[in-house]
Structures are given as structure tokens and as C-alpha cells.
């Protein structure tokens, strides 16, 4: 382990640009760029907002919905991304490990982090619907960008075990999008997690993006605390995945070149 450590550490330049390659190629020739960044989100909150509170008079545990949601969809359209691009990383960026040698993880890594500037610009808007509906920051609202480590690490370590499904299994491209929309199903974003019955609750909590959600939510609004047992929950599958990830990305990188 100090080893690969000491390798990603001498590839630290590469990692960097890569995920500023990452970045630039997201938003090239497009009209309007990092507002996408906002839009994708945006419009899902409105879409929720119409068709869950307005028509099927989904409960928000007293938070106005539009917030209420938008403050989940960040950082799951976050996750949700850079799982994707994450999966088809390697398979997409075949011409270049295929030729030199590099830390093969640079590659789904630079796509997990790239989605981290996406992250900060929709966090923005957030501040200003906060601003909008009368929500006075408070001092925890300085722990939501250390929830995003966590959040990197699930993404991250998911993002790999696909990227290197992916190099052997083409199905996987298709998989993705349809795993991903079932688990924003399971994940408490258009709900709360209190309609959920009490004795299926601690089942919830085995979803790891479940904890973390709840987590960003309670920094920032004053009628929710954080359910620190959830979190728990979260921060243990978390990193079970994450080093699962990364365990069986190195023992399967050294075949990468020859069945890509």
C-alpha cells in the first residue's frame, strides 16, 4: 500500500491534469457551459416540485420542497455523474493506457473530482434560495464541504469496481444509467426520510448515500439534526465500498491493456 501510495503521489501532476482535461472537455463548444452545472438540478427540483408536492402532496418535514430537494440533488447529481463518467472512463481513454505507463486509477479518479467544480457552482445557487426563503446560515453549514469526502470516497470507490466491469463487460455502459435511476428512488430526495415505518429504517440506512444526504441537509436547515447512528452507517459502507473498489480495480488494472 505505501508503494502505490508513493506512485500516485510521483503521478500527482498527471492526476491534476487530467482532471482539468476532464473539466475543459465537459463544457467545450457548448452555448452555455457551466450553467449546466445548475440547469440539470435545477430542473429536476422544479420537475419534483410539480408533480410530488403540487400534485402528490409530498410532506418536507416543514422545509419548503423546492429547497428541500434541491439540497439532496446536489450532491446526488454529483454522485450520480461521476459514477457514469467514472464507468466509462477507461474504456473511453483506452488510447492512452494502452500506450504509456501511469497509475491506471488516475483515470476514474480525474472523473470523480472533475464533477467536484459542477458541485461548487450549483452550491451557489443553493446559498441563494437560502437566501430567497429566509433560512439564516448557520455555523454548520462549514461542515458541508467536509461532507464531500465521503461523498468522493463512495463515488470514487463505485466508480471504479464499474470502470473496471466495464473494460471487460461493455454491458455495463447500459447498466449505469438504470442502476442510477433506481437508486434515486431509494434515496430519500423527493421524501423524507420520516415517512419511512420505523422498522424499515435501519434497512434504509444500508443505502450509504442515505446518511450522507441527511447529512447535508442538517447543516443546513435548524429543524434537523444530525442522525449521527445513520451517518455511522454510511461512513462504514462507505469506506467498505471504497476499499472494495480499490482492491479489485489494482488487481484487475494489469489486464486493462490487453482486453480493452
Excluded: H
Amino acid at each position: 500500500m505505501s508503494e502505490y501510495l508513493s506512485e500516485i503521489w510521483q503521478y500527482r501532476e498527471l492526476f491534476y491534469f487530467l482532471i482539468w482535461r476532464d473539466v475543459k472537455v465537459r463544457y467545450k463548444q457548448t452555448l452555455l457551459g457551466a450553467a449546466w452545472a445548475v440547469i440539470q438540478p435545477f430542473c429536476t427540483m422544479i420537475v419534483f416540485t410539480l408533480f410530488f408536492r403540487n400534485m402528490a402532496n409530498m410532506p418536507s418535514d416543514g422545509i419548503p420542497y423546492p429547497i428541500f430537494t434541491y439540497s439532496a440533488l446536489i450532491p446526488w447529481t454529483y454522485l450520480s455523474q461521476a459514477i457514469t463518467n467514472a464507468g466509462n472512463s477507461l474504456v473511453a481513454s483506452s488510447n492512452l493506457f494502452t500506450k504509456v505507463y501511469f497509475p491506471r486509477v488516475a483515470i476514474p479518479a480525474s472523473s470523480a473530482f472533475s464533477g467536484l467544480v459542477d458541485f461548487a457552482i450549483a452550491s451557489t445557487v443553493l446559498l441563494g434560495m437560502m437566501v430567497y426563503y429566509e433560512f439564516t446560515p448557520r455555523w454548520t453549514l462549514l461542515l458541508w464541504p467536509l461532507l464531500l469526502i465521503p461523498l468522493v470516497m463512495l463515488a470514487l470507490g463505485i466508480g471504479m469496481i464499474f470502470a473496471a466491469l466495464n473494460v471487460k463487460y461493455r454491458d455495463v455502459r447500459y447498466a449505469l444509467p438504470f442502476v442510477t435511476q433506481i437508486w434515486l428512488f431509494l434515496t430519500p430526495i423527493i421524501y423524507p426520510t420520516s415517512i419511512i415505518p420505523e422498522q424499515f429504517r435501519p434497512l434504509l440506512a444500508l443505502n450509504p448515500l442515505v446518511g450522507i444526504i441527511e447529512g447535508f441537509r442538517a447543516t443546513l436547515f435548524a429543524n434537523r439534526t444530525m442522525d449521527w447512528g445513520m451517518f455511522a452507517i454510511s461512513m462504514i459502507m462507505t469506506t467498505t465500498i471504497f476499499i472494495a473498489g480499490n482492491v479489485y480495480f489494482r488487481k484487475t488494472e494489469r489486464i486493462f491493456a490487453d482486453i480493452v
